[in-house]
């Protein structure tokens, strides 16, 4: 990071600038959300198994290869549930609690 301003001068200056926040969606301006937590909705989202590491983590290649692999499943997911129409290629601005059916639960609790 310190020779980050001679090796990368324009990375720099948009972290100086405070541009280190990821906006997945063009409809909600103020939905900007730092890079590890993109990180963690796109690709480690895309990449659960059931179990998750638990079941192979005794096996240290298995580990390696799922690491490895993370990107790619995460990315063949991605394609898949946009080819299929479960998810939309501009990221919409939703949310589980904005769904139908948790407002129509919300509203018969009060």
């Known amino acids: 990071m310190l020779q980050l301003p001679t090796v990368h001068p324009a990375a ?43 079941g192979i ?15 790619d499943r995460a990315e063949y997911t991605c394609r898949c549930q946009e080819l299929t129409g ?3 290629t501009e990221h919409e601005h939703s949310h589980k609690d904005a769904g139908k059916t948790r407002i129509r639960q919300d509203e018969e609790d009060v």
Do not use: M, W, Y
């Not at 301006?29 to 998750?52: A, H, L, S």
């Open 86 to 88: 479960l998810q939309s």
């Open 57 to 71: 983590s005794l096996n240290p290649g298995a580990v390696f290869k799922c690491t490895i692999l993370r990107a």
């Open 12 to 54: 720099h200056a948009q972290l100086k600038n405070g541009d280190f926040a990821v906006q997945r969606s063009k409809g909600n301006r103020f939905g900007r959300i730092p890079q590890d937590q993109t990180i963690e909705v796109t690709i480690n989202k895309d990449t659960k198994t059931k179990g998750g590491i638990i």
